[in-house]
């Protein structure tokens, strides 16, 4: 399954920030039919980026750009008792992406640079689902070179899932 112009791509807060402060989230936005959880939009409302520094995000414009889910309690022990959250390696709102997708069926992807959600996603057979923000920005339509933190390159993923499916993660 490849990425696609048009997919659904469910981001996590990462990705919404990092999107933003390199200025190719109007680019995903046009590109992708993008969702969250309310969770992650919560947590992009504070601004902070991973190691530091901040980026502020327009939320109620957020909100009505892409698709924002609740994620119940039930969903979140579903997801647990299946294995696939370890519940000491994931912050709330990668609790909650992995719980909203788990069960969806149909061609969509999850962009997360957290190597807990990857491992995550690997226990509930979800590991070929992850994308990266670079190969979004690829299939988007960005021309501009845009020098991505390591996370969210393609070469960072591919290692991430290699190190996943060998249980070295």
Known sequence: MALDHGNVVYLDTTAIIEAHDVGIWRLLVAGFRLATTGTCVGEVATGNRPGGGRVMVDIPLLRREIS???????????????????????????????????????????????????????TLGLIDRFVSLEEMSQVAGVRRRIAFRDHFTKKWLSEMRTRAILGTL
């Open 68 to 122: 924002v889910h609740q994620v119940d309690q039930m969903a979140l022990v579903d997801a647990v008792l299946a294995g696939g959250l370890d519940v000491a390696s994931l912050d709330p709102g990668e609790k909650d992406l992995l719980a909203l997708v788990r069960v969806k069926e149909g061609n969509w992807f999850i962009s997360s640079q957290d190597r807990g959600c990857i491992r995550g996603g690997k």
